[in-house]
């Protein structure tokens, strides 16, 4: 019995599909998960992240102006919505966009050590001298 053109076509295109999907899939899996800045820059987004964001949510990160970063605080908190916060900001409230400071892959590293307690400012890293 022979397929009617639309039904072959229609099962041809779901098969290319769910290939498709599989090969992604897989790929997806394969890819190491994205290490996080190198020392120096991570230096450098402590030092930030004390600094400028402890301006307004405290120089411990206990709260201020802004709500409390502590691991605790931030528990039940998504990481995708903290990392948009630190992005985009929070308009109509004194949260300013980051996007120009920081990568969004580096947000996510901030995210990221500040649920797990943020570690301590070694101040920034010292400027490379070249002759």
Do not use: N, Y
Not at 90 to 95: F, K, L, V
Not at 105 to 120: C, H, K, N, T, Y
């Amino acid at each position: 019995m022979k397929l009617p053109p639309l039904v072959a076509h229609v099962a041809l295109l779901i098969g290319a599909a769910v290939v498709s999907a599989l090969a992604s899939a897989s790929e997806a899996r394969s890819v190491a998960p994205q290490a996080g800045p190198q020392p120096e820059r991570a230096r450098e987004l402590v030092h930030i992240v004390r600094q400028d964001c402890g301006s307004c949510h405290g120089l411990t990160l206990k709260g201020g102006l802004g709500p409390a970063l502590t691991a605790e605080a931030l528990a039940e908190k998504p990481a995708e919505g903290l990392v948009a916060t630190i992005i985009g900001g929070r308009p109509g409230t004194p949260m300013p966009p980051f996007a120009t400071i920081v990568s969004e892959a580096e947000a996510q590293w901030i995210v990221d050590q500040l649920m797990r307690g943020f570690p301590s400012d070694a101040g920034l890293p010292q400027a490379r001298h070249t002759p």
